[in-house]
């Protein structure tokens, strides 16, 4: 078991393409940490570099109390499970796991025991003597995964372990992943560009975009307090809507200002914008769609709905204002029509205020 | 020379005596080979034309290892043993643990000849490859634990191809490298126009036309193009909105004058890119 230390990392490659740029992130023993980002953020690279595959251009790389930026990545005691995991097509299932062992010339005895231990808790035991072309795609991602089991690593290192699965399968493998975390008891290191797997799998989430770490915190505190808009805007499906206004004083509370159009602020809000002498400024609003509140009359911004999709359980309602696109969240069973004029407000304790300069949230 | 012999033995699977009795060209059912003015070389039985080539060429080349098939122009004659055509190169360079690496592409490709061509890299000739080598990439740096690269080559018909199509996988990664493409696998099918156009502005001369300087433009025209002119997909591929995608696209359209949102302004556009590129490297 290890934490994992990544200390003022840069990757400058040779062509002058800065991919990571001074990163400094402590994975805890045990932990399941999920790097997010768009693609060429800088994730892979990072994963890649942790497992020694990548070359470090400057900084240091920790692993247990090990600085390891000069060791091999096979003495890293580190596993790797990729997004295409291409089994031994002629090699049966226990022959596929192995392989690893052999190469490193594990004693047989101890690769059975590993092989048997691992087939257990992926529930393949039944697979062993099958070969790769007699499995469907799920089990041939537990064969993937075994086979990193078995080196007994310290560190599992997955790079987008689940894009090349079905949506449904996707689903049904998340959950496998994240029983199989709590089993093993073993730090986890998981990329991916999907911000649902972020938010369901790790134990906390590190949002990078352009190279940078832009958030590093638990998934409920990445959606409720984006430490900016990118974070915002990447976390959370449909995206956050973020309109133009300012924070005004209004009595004794507080009020965002949209086009002339007031809406109430909770007051912990106002004060921290106030602290930061924001008031009266143009800011950045951020709503949630589920935070936004659609009626037919009353207080609010007035709009007109362009699109309504309905997805079972929700309504997403995509509605104009000064010709700009936003999307609200509704209550499926609501009904709303196409071009149907309707009034907007927001819940005023889910309002995130972001400066429109530095785009970091004033919260 | 006698050393040598034993090689010869293996490669055609007889016995081969070497001589300097003048009666050695006249022996039936074996096939004589001068060396020099003195020395003959006698093989235990008839050579096909191939095999009687594969001599030749032996002799004057001095041949130690089985990668001259495709280091050297005529060493496909070492070929006796041929696979089937057609079939592909794949070189894969790998960092370090070479034996590792060299057992799982044993186990890989059961059925299709491995050679070394140096201490870092081996090329594959794939008749038939069960896995992608995206697949193969993933298995070695997880099971051997080195970052490697593979690059696939065009499609061989014959064995005289060889050589060029190993010349081929030189130029592939340098081509990928001008183009700033840095994926870790390189393939033919990618890169096949770009390497048209290279042969003819290497044939025809060189123009420069300076298509564009906006590195965030560069980009976003490379990702537009990757996802065939989809402006949705392009734009979550980029994490931008898709109104600041259209920005992009009008802006490179007042620097460029191409609108490659048009099927016919996005391939001019992409061929004076190209030719860009090239001429820079070809300079």
């Excluded at chain 1, 975390?181 to 998981?190: A, D, G, I, P, Q």
């Excluded at chain 1, 009626?295 to 509605?319: H, I, M, P």
């Excluded at chain 2, 643990?97 to 299709?112: G, M, P, W, Y």
């Excluded at chain 2, 302004?265 to 004076?272: E, G, K, R």
Aim: proline content about 3%; charged content about 25%; aromatic content about 8%.
């Amino acid at each position: 078991m290890a934490k994992v230390s990544l200390v003022n990392i840069n990757k400058i490659y040779e062509n002058g393409f800065h991919a990571v740029k001074g990163i400094n992130l402590e994975i805890q023993d045990k932990e399941f940490m999920v790097l997010v980002g768009p693609s060429g953020c800088g994730k892979t690279t990072s994963l890649r570099m942790i497992a020694g595959l990548e070359g470090i251009s400057s900084g240091e790389m920790i692993i247990g109390d090990q600085v390891v930026n000069e060791v091999a990545p096979k003495d890293r005691n580190i596993a790797m499970v990729f997004q295409n995991y291409a089994l031994y097509p002629h090699m049966s299932v226990y022959d596929n796991m192995a392989f690893g062992l052999k190469l490193q010339k594990t004693p047989k005895d101890e690769i059975k025991e590993r092989i048997d231990k691992a087939a257990k808790i992926l529930d393949i035991e039944q697979l062993l003597t099958r070969k790769p072309k007699q499995l469907s795609g799920g089990q041939r991602q537990r064969v993937a995964l075994g086979r990193a089991i078995v080196r007994k690593p310290e560190v599992f290192l997955m790079d987008e372990p689940l894009s090349n699965l079905d949506a449904k399968l996707r689903v049904q493998m998340r959950a496998e992943l994240i029983k199989l975390h709590n089993s093993l008891e073993t730090t986890f290191v998981y990329v991916t560009h999907d911000q649902t797997e972020a938010m369901t799998m790790g134990t906390r989430i590190c949002v990078m975009n352009d190279g940078i770490i832009q958030q590093v915190a638990d998934p409920k505190t990445i959606y409720n307090h984006p430490a900016n808009m990118f974070v915002a805007g990447f976390i959370g499906a449909p995206q956050m809507n973020f309109f133009r206004g300012k924070v005004e004083a209004a009595g004794d509370g507080y009020v965002v200002n949209i086009d002339g159009t007031t809406l109430p602020l909770n007051q912990a809000s106002g004060a921290k914008a106030k602290a930061k002498d924001k008031l009266g400024k143009e800011l950045v609003i951020g709503v949630r769609p589920e935070n936004v509140r659609m009626s037919d009359s009353g207080a609010g911004l007035k709009v007109k709905v362009e699109v309504t999709e309905l997805l079972g359980s929700d309504l997403n309602v995509y509605f104009v204002l000064n010709g700009k696109h936003f999307i609200a969240k509704e209550d499926a069973n609501k009904e709303i029509a196409f071009n149907q004029d309707l009034v907007v407000s927001f819940d005023p304790e889910k309002i995130h205020l972001f400066d429109p300069e530095t785009e970091q949230s004033i919260l | 020379m006698k050393d040598r012999l034993k090689e010869l033995e293996l490669l055609l699977e007889c016995d081969i005596e070497y001589t300097t009795e003048q009666s050695a060209t006249r022996r039936s059912n074996h096939t004589v080979f001068p060396v020099d003015g003195y020395h003959f070389i006698v093989i235990g039985r008839k050579l096909s034309s191939t095999e009687s080539k594969l001599v030749r060429y032996w002799l004057e080349k001095n041949i130690t290892n089985e990668s001259a098939i495709i280091l050297e122009e005529g060493g496909y004659l070492q070929l006796s043993k041929l696979q089937r055509f057609p079939l592909n190169l794949w070189r894969v360079a790998f960092k370090e643990n070479r034996e590792d690496v060299l057992a799982i592409l044993q186990s890989t490709f059961t059925k299709d000849v491995i050679l070394e061509v140096s201490q870092n890299a081996f090329v594959i000739l794939v008749s038939e490859s069960p896995v992608t080598p995206a697949e193969v990439l993933s298995i070695i740096e997880s099971e051997a634990l080195t970052s490697i690269h593979i690059i696939t080559g065009e499609r061989v018909n014959q064995p005289e191809e060889l050589h060029k199509a190993y010349l081929q996988l030189n130029q592939l990664n340098d081509l990928a490298k001008s183009l700033k493409q840095h994926s870790r696998v390189i393939r033919f099918e990618d890169l096949r126009f770009p390497m048209l156009l290279q042969s003819i502005l290497r044939s025809q001369g060189k123009q420069t036309p300076n298509i564009i300087n906006d590195s965030e433009l560069e980009q976003t025209a490379l990702v537009f193009f990757d996802h065939n002119l989809n402006i949705t997909e392009t734009a979550q591929a980029l994490f931008i909105h898709r109104n600041t995608l259209i920005y992009r696209l009008n802006k490179l359209e007042t620097m460029t004058g191409y609108d490659i949102r048009k099927f016919n302004d996005a391939i001019s556009f992409y061929l004076s890119y190209l030719m860009h590129k090239m001429n820079k490297e070809i300079v």
